[in-house]
């Protein structure tokens, strides 16, 4: 079967620096113990696993304060999502060493909604009720910003501040983005808009957008839980009409998926390790639908070769609070 890998894909910048920062933590015995994660590193359970086995606790949940409090002593890291200040402030309170893995794309839109509530405006985010990122972000001025996620929670909203700002969730499909930001401006023309949705998501969608477009089938390598990934399978369906799977790993690549095709097109999220990625091309390229001893899948997921090489040559960029 042939296969198209479409470019860029898969690790982006913020990811590995989060997951640089917990493997850092892991090699340095002057941190207090245990290690808690305050919700997954990255939405990848490959990566919470791989983790997991060097003795680091991943905390999962709904909300990161209730989290916080399941953490009784040690060190906590805040992943790449961020956290609302009232986390900050609580594990201070707590006397817990606290390591920031937030993506500074996250930070930037933490200081922009900060600066602008601080003039006077009322906050307009978009994002997915429920993700991490918009909690973080909303709870940086929980009574000026209004989440919203579709035209109806659009609807619902009655601003009658002069000074308005939008802006969004790093992950989400910028076309959608685009659609709804459209209709945020005709019910309030004064409002400044501030897209937020990262280079490396952008990137990756354009790329299924023109790429994908080639085969006739595209397969998105990510986690469920990853909106990135999930945001992938949208774009390929609904900007390159061609129809689109997500799968985990090699192992959820089903079969009957490629019968009758002869072009996969492969991507992955932002937070999917490129030796899972590596797994699935293998398996489609020696895929051959009228021999069904290539069906089998052989999944070569290790965990010991998820994590980045050399920790200890990474630049550390984590914020220690
Ligand atoms: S997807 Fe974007 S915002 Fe999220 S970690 Fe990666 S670079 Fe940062």
């Not at 009720?129 to 619902?156: F, R």
């Not at 006739?216 to 986690?223: N, Q, W």
Request: contains cysteine; hydrophobic residues 40%.
């Amino acid at each position: 079967m042939r296969v198209l890998r479409i470019t860029p894909r898969g690790y982006c910048y913020g990811v590995v620096g989060a997951m640089k920062i917990v493997q850092e933590a892991i090699n340095d015995p002057s941190l207090p113990r245990p290690i808690f994660i305050i919700g997954m590193i990255v939405h990848n359970r490959q990566v919470v696993d791989a983790f997991d086995d060097k003795g680091v606790i991943t905390l999962d949940g709904a909300s990161r304060l209730d989290l916080l409090e399941q953490a009784v002593c040690g060190t906590v890291i805040f992943t790449a999502h961020g956290v609302s200040p009232s986390v900050k402030r609580r594990a201070a309170e707590r006397g817990l060493r606290v390591l920031d893995a937030t993506c500074p794309d996250v930070t930037r839109t933490h200081d922009l909604i900060h600066d602008r509530v601080g003039k006077g405006y009322d906050i307009i985010y978009i994002g997915r009720k429920g993700h991490p990122e918009p909690e973080g972000a909303v709870g940086v001025a929980p009574d000026n910003v209004y989440l919203i996620e579709t035209e109806s929670d659009l609807h619902a909203l009655a601003l009658d501040n002069r000074h308005i700002a939008v802006t969004n969730q790093t992950t989400l499909s910028q076309w959608d983005t685009a659609e709804l930001i459209k209709k945020v401006k005709t019910k309030y023309p004064q409002a400044e808009i501030y897209n937020e949705i990262c280079m490396a998501t952008q990137l990756r969608q354009q790329a299924v957008a023109e790429q994908a477009r080639e085969a006739d089938l595209c397969i998105v390598v990510g986690d469920a839980r990853s909106n990135n990934s999930n945001r992938l399978v949208q774009v390929a369906k609904e900007f390159s009409d061609t129809p689109a799977y997500l799968a985990q790993n090699v192992v959820a690549v089903n079969p009957d998926w490629l019968i009758g095709r002869s072009t996969v097109a492969v991507t992955s999220g932002a937070s999917t390790p490129s030796v899972i990625t590596k797994a699935v091309i293998e398996y489609l390229e020696q895929f051959d639908e009228r021999d069904p001893t290539t069906w089998d899948h052989k999944d070569k997921d290790a965990h010991t070769r998820i994590l980045p090489k050399s920790p200890a040559s990474a630049i550390p960029r984590s914020v220690v609070l």
